[in-house]
């Protein structure tokens, strides 16, 4: 569970970062075509040319730091993904055997969360990869969870938090014998 925390967390501060320098950089840009826009008090009549250099030189010069800044987190966004591609189990469906218990597990009801921790409880209809096989999730029983349709479809491809780990293992702790484990998730190791 720490290891997909940990993942979870880095994935959302990349993303946070990411819009920042976003942020930053309109604020940036928006600063200095105000600056330009204002005429220096003394200043002559300048050409149209020379007002439009001075406005592109002023946008290039406040732009430089957080462009370069959104090229180097796009560059680790780009090594992420292309280790999540790397990390991809090479079976992506669940055997019969895998279905067949991992739904015999569940009670055939769909394991995922409906709302404020709740256990979702619709008939199950499809067996899905807890922590997503796109991201390296592998396909084993113990990523394995019984969804429905609509809980499947609104998970995507998301990666689950540590705190929706956390309650899924605490509902199957209600529904499974106490012998049972109730861990979730498995991520493939790199090759």
Request: glycine share 10%.
């Amino acid at each position: 569970m720490p290891e997909l925390g940990r993942i979870y967390w880095t994935r959302q501060g990349l993303r946070l970062a990411y819009s920042v320098v976003l942020v930053w950089l309109a604020i940036s840009v928006m600063t200095a075509l105000m600056a330009k826009a204002k005429p220096l008090p003394g200043a002559g009549p300048s050409s149209p040319a020379d007002l439009l250099r001075g406005l592109f030189d002023g946008v290039v010069a406040a732009a430089v730091l957080p462009g370069v800044a959104a090229v180097v987190l796009g560059i680790t966004a780009a090594v992420v993904t292309s280790r999540d591609v790397r990390r991809r189990d090479p079976v992506r469906r669940f055997t019969r055997q895998q279905r067949r218990e991992g739904m015999a597990r569940a009670g055939g009801l769909c394991e995922l969360e409906a709302g404020f921790g709740r256990r979702c409880g619709r008939p199950a209809e499809h067996g899905d990869h807890f922590y997503p096989w796109s991201k390296g999730g592998s396909t084993s029983l113990q990523n394995f969870v019984a969804a429905c349709a609509r809980c499947n479809r609104a998970k995507r491809a998301r990666v689950p938090s540590p705190g929706q780990q956390r309650r899924m293992e605490r509902r199957r702790r209600e529904y499974l014998p106490p012998s049972s484990s109730v861990s979730v998730g498995e991520r493939q190791p790199l090759p």
